[in-house]
């Protein structure tokens, strides 16, 4: 039996915050994150005054058409300089990388990691799809098994998103 010891392991997700380098905000306290800074005003639900609202409204909308997460970050990223970061006490600059590190992180926007997740398996197969056959015309067997491999996960991931317990 191996015994794991703590000097040569770290963790996957750090639960404290701002300990180690990774793909959440927490991790990143230095980073202004406005969602994370801010809450959804209750006084003022759907209002011009709903600032929040506004820019999660913004996110789910474009996450629902199924845009890629680096297009939604971009459109918030516009309409935070425009419409929000001057009612902010300091101004804070709220980069496009900590937008896009919450949108698809948080939890908050899962549809957003669901749509990179199918991107990527997309891409793979198109990249698969280019080596699937050698000079001669010939099935190189091992691409196509990998190309397989892919479309069967793919298909299965798609399921998932489908069936009861998804996340829309």
Known sequence: MEVIVADEHTAAYDTAGGGQEGVHCSQYPDDFCFFCSFEFNTDAPKTEKDL?????DMVDHMAAMKREPAAIAAHVHEAYNLNVRHVIPGEPDWARASILRHILHNGQFEQVFDTSVAN?????????NEALVDSSGAIVEENRKAFCETVSTLIKWKASQTRGGSRK
């Open 52 to 56: 929040y609202g506004s820019l999660t």
């Open 120 to 128: 990527m398996l997309n891409a793979i197969i198109m990249r698969q």
